[in-house]
T-cell receptor
Framework: AQSVTQPDIHITVSEGASLELRCNYSYGATPYLFWYVQSPGQGLQLLLKYFSGDTLVQGIKGFEAEFKRSQSSFNLRKPSVHWSDAAEYFC????FGAGSYQLTFGKGTKLSVIP | DAGVIQSPRHEVTEMGQEVTLRCKPISGHNSLFWYRQTMMRGLELLIYFNNNVPIDDSGMPEDRFSAKMPNASFSTLKIQPSEPRDSAVYFCASNLTPGQGNADTQYFGPGTRLTVL
């Protein structure tokens, strides 16, 4: 069974600082990987996704993530954080095999931004 | 596009009462998912439908929970009887059928915050 670990429950950064959110997954085959963001009181919104090809993927709002198979990681990065990035971030993995679109989510990392 | 629509946004009920949560997926989307989010357990998949047919309900916690999708534009999640431990935010999400563009991306509704007293 697949699983996702987000080791950091809560991260605080200053506005303008760089950001890296960690995600490690466990899956027996090539995974399909996602990062979603949840603003307070809102549903989840897709930031970016990786299926194959270039291991560095670009997403919305200036985010990017790098897939590292050897480390089973898919870390999310942003070079300069804005106050509006304060939210909770979820990493997810899915098999997408034989019509299955089930996602397994990590527990999330809450990001706070200091002005 | 209106996105995934959920109602009600907030529900407060007393233990033992029946609760019905509603979801309207994005038009043209053929897969629909119900999730539950709590502080302790995070985001859990309860059940998902493909073309109105339940595919996997292994995440449904117990018989008190049931879900239906009578047509492509409507789904319900019912809890009867409700208990305080059911208090959570319930999300509905939808995506396209496999093989269609962006079928991998789930679009989430705003959620229903359920409080059972």
């Amino acid at each position: 069974a697949q699983s996702v670990t987000q080791p950091d429950i809560h991260i605080t950064v200053s506005e303008g600082a760089s950001l890296e959110l960690r995600c490690n997954y466990s899956y027996g085959a090539t995974p399909y990987l996602f990062w979603y963001v949840q603003s307070p009181g809102q549903g989840l919104q897709l930031l970016l996704k990786y299926f194959s090809g270039d291991t560095l993927v670009q997403g919305i709002k200036g985010f990017e993530a790098e897939f590292k198979r050897s480390q089973s990681s898919f870390n999310l990065r942003k070079p300069s954080v804005h106050w509006s990035d304060a939210a909770e971030y979820f990493c997810a993995v899915g098999p997408f095999g034989a019509g299955s679109y089930q996602l397994t989510f990590g527990k999330g990392t809450k990001l706070s931004v200091i002005p | 596009d209106a996105g995934v629509i959920q109602s009600p946004r907030h529900e407060v009920t007393e233990m033992g009462q029946e609760v019905t949560l509603r979801c309207k997926p994005i038009s043209g989307h053929n897969s629909l998912f119900w999730y539950r989010q709590t502080m302790m357990r995070g985001l859990e998949l309860l059940i998902y439908f493909n073309n109105n047919v339940p595919i996997d309900d292994s995440g449904m916690p117990e018989d008190r929970f049931s879900a239906k999708m009578p047509n492509a534009s409507f789904s319900t999640l019912k809890i009867q009887p409700s208990e305080p431990r059911d208090s959570a935010v319930y999300f509905c999400a939808s995506n396209l059928t496999p093989g269609q563009g962006n079928a991998d991306t789930q679009y989430f509704g705003p959620g229903t915050r359920l409080t059972v007293l």
